[in-house]
C-alpha cells in the first residue's frame, strides 16, 4: 500500500502560531499518512500536485490571510487549477479578532480551485487559550484519519 501524502501549509510567525502549528503535525502524524509541514514560502504547487490533501494554516493579519499564504496561493493557483480539483482540504485560522475575512478570502481562493472543505474552518478566536493547541493537534488528526480511511 502506497503511504497518502497530507500536506501542511503553514504561516506561524510567533511562538504561539508555532505551538499550533506543531499540534497540528503532531495531530496528522498516522500510519500510512507522510504528513509534510511546510512554510507557505517553501511550498508550492509540486508539493500540492503530490499530495492527496492539504492542510492550510494562517493567522489572521489585518482582517485577512497571511502573505505569506497570498503568496503560495499566488504561485501555486495556475499550475494547480486544472490538475487539483476535488483535493480535499480544511483551515485553520488564528484570528485575534473574528477570522471573517481571512475565512472569506482563503475560501474564495480555493472556490476557484475547486478544493473540497472536509471539515468546518477551525478559527481560534481571541485571546491565545491553550484549547487551541488541543483543538489544533484535533483537526490534524482529523484530516490525516479521514484520508488513510479514504473518508476522502
Known amino acids: 500500500m502506497t503511504e497518502k501524502t497530507l500536506l501542511i501549509v503553514a504561516h506561524a510567525p510567533s511562538a504561539n502560531t508555532v505551538r499550533l502549528r506543531d499540534a497540528v503535525a503532531e495531530?496528522?502524524?498516522y500510519d500510512g499518512i507522510s504528513a509534510r509541514c511546510l512554510s507557505p514560502f517553501d511550498a508550492?504547487?509540486?508539493d500540492v500536485l503530490a499530495a492527496q490533501a492539504i492542510l492550510l494554516f494562517t493567522p489572521e493579519?489585518?482582517?485577512g490571510m497571511s502573505g505569506a499564504l497570498?503568496?503560495?496561493f499566488d504561485r501555486s493557483y495556475y499550475p494547480c487549477l486544472e490538475r487539483t480539483q476535488g483535493l480535499p482540504y480544511a483551515l485553520c485560522v488564528r484570528a485575534g479578532h473574528d477570522g471573517t475575512g481571512t475565512r472569506r478570502g482563503v475560501e474564495a481562493i480555493v472556490t476557484g480551485l475547486r478544493w473540497r472543505a472536509v471539515s468546518e474552518p477551525l478559527i481560534c478566536r481571541g485571546d491565545f487559550?491553550?484549547?487551541f493547541v488541543d483543538e489544533c493537534r484535533e483537526l490534524g488528526t482529523l484530516m490525516a484519519a479521514g484520508l488513510e480511511a479514504g473518508f476522502f
Open 44 to 46: 508550492g504547487p509540486t
Open 129 to 131: 487559550r491553550e484549547t
Open 61 to 63: 493579519n489585518l482582517g
Open 27 to 29: 495531530g496528522a502524524r
Open 70 to 72: 497570498k503568496d503560495f
